[in-house]
């Protein structure tokens, strides 16, 4: 009936003009790939590169490393606009949870501060990679700092853009482990990912840095 009905006529039109081919699947084609297939994902990647591009700095410094894939740079962009799912976030969306308390140690509400830093398993984490790379505790730790700024104790350049990256491959992985525990129930303790974090961070720099050859010990 009515606005309905015509779009419905329209439709069928449209539809009658569609070949279709009985021994060929489904498909969308655009001139976005390089193969010429559409992809959800290859949409998502355009959408995030042409976002993490237009907002590649903040007020306190830059959001790109060069020396992490580019999904670490995104979800650093994210952490630092605050756009992550965290439960509260959920909660104001209507999602009917069961409780908004962090899922790791349930002692407080699920924050993005709290998640990636506060809470005490993560907190621990965050003081074994400062131990690896011999960074003083800082008395007030903060998360925006911390990912952007707190490279004060080294002389380098080259020396702060690693351990930024370092910094960035921890949170990221920090994040995956909670959705791990969140989706998965999969359990997990300090050591195995502090390991995992310097193994990944050293992978990621070694394989990226263009100004010199990275070794384990250096």
Same mark, same amino acid.
């Given at each position: 009936m009515g606005r309905a009905g015509s779009e419905l006529d329209e439709l069928q039109q449209l539809l009658k003009s569609v070949p279709v081919?009985?021994?060929?699947?489904?498909? *969308? &084609? *655009?001139?976005? =790939? =390089? %193969?010429?297939?559409? %992809?959800?994902?290859i949409l998502s990647d355009l959408i995030n590169e042409k976002l993490l591009c237009s907002n590649a700095s903040t007020s306190s410094g830059t959001?790109?490393?060069? #020396?992490?894939? +580019? /999904?670490?740079? !995104?979800?650093v962009w994210r952490v630092l606009k605050g756009k992550i #799912?965290?439960?509260?976030? #959920?909660? +104001?969306?209507?999602?009917? #949870?069961?409780?908004? &308390? &962090?899922? !790791? &140690?349930?002692?407080?509400?699920e924050? !993005?501060?709290h998640s990636l830093l506060s809470c005490e398993k993560f907190r621990n984490v965050w003081l074994k990679i400062f131990d690896w790379w011999s960074v003083p505790r800082p008395p007030n730790l903060d998360l925006r700092s911390l990912l952007i700024t707190n490279s004060w104790h080294l002389n380098s350049d080259m020396g702060k853009h690693i351990w930024q990256a370092v910094t960035w491959t921890c949170v990221y992985l920090l994040w995956k482990n909670r959705n791990?525990? @969140?989706? %998965?129930? %999969?359990? *997990?303790?300090?050591?195995?990912? @502090?390991?995992?974090?310097?193994? /990944?961070?050293?992978? *990621?720099?070694?394989?990226r840095c263009k100004e010199k050859v990275i070794d384990w010990n250096s």
């Open positions: 081919c009985a021994d060929q699947s489904d498909l *969308w &084609c *655009w001139n976005v =790939s =390089s %193969k010429s297939i559409f %992809k959800t994902k959001i790109r490393n060069s #020396l992490v894939p +580019k /999904k670490v740079e !995104i979800f #799912l965290i439960l509260v976030e #959920l909660d +104001k969306r209507g999602v009917d #949870l069961h409780s908004v &308390c &962090c899922p !790791i &140690c349930d002692n407080d509400i924050s !993005i501060s791990e525990k @969140v989706f %998965k129930n %999969k359990d *997990w303790n300090v050591p195995v990912a @502090v390991r995992e974090i310097q193994v /990944k961070s050293f992978e *990621w720099v070694a394989r």
